[in-house]
Nanobody, 113 residues
Framework: GQLVEAGGGLVQPGGSLRLSCAAS????????VTWYRQAPGKERELVSG????????YYTDSVKGRFTSSRDHAKNTVYLEMNSLKPEDTAVYYC???????WGQGTQVTVST
């Protein structure tokens, strides 16, 4: 199985991005998925999580009200919608399926003027 991320980029403060995490070789809807990020010189931190059904989500305090996790079972893909982005959100973002130990390759998000 494999996770492929997309959607990162350079955005101005206050802007939005939607990250995608597409699964191949397995059905991601059978598993919970988490999103992490790692900024330069910092440890990787848990940002968000979503259950198999999508009925329950988790967000770290710094992104609550701005980030939204969702999933599209038909596309075998999980998303992280990021709004009102701040410079401190700059990091490489990774998706992970904890039960399988699968990580995406990471996608760079840079929030800057």
């Amino acid at each position: 199985g494999q996770l492929v991320e997309a959607g990162g980029g350079l955005v101005q403060p206050g802007g939005s991005l939607r990250l995608s995490c597409a699964a191949s070789g397995f059905t991601v809807s059978s598993y919970g998925v988490t999103w992490y990020r790692q900024a330069p010189g910092k440890e990787r931190e848990l940002v968000s999580g979503i259950t198999r059904s999508g009925g329950s989500t988790y967000y770290t305090d710094s992104v609550k009200g701005r980030f939204t996790s969702s999933r599209d079972h038909a596309k075998n893909t999980v998303y992280l919608e990021m709004n009102s982005l701040k410079p401190e959100d700059t990091a490489v973002y990774y998706c992970k399926v904890p039960r399988l130990g699968y990580w995406g390759q990471g996608t760079q998000v840079t929030v800057s003027t």
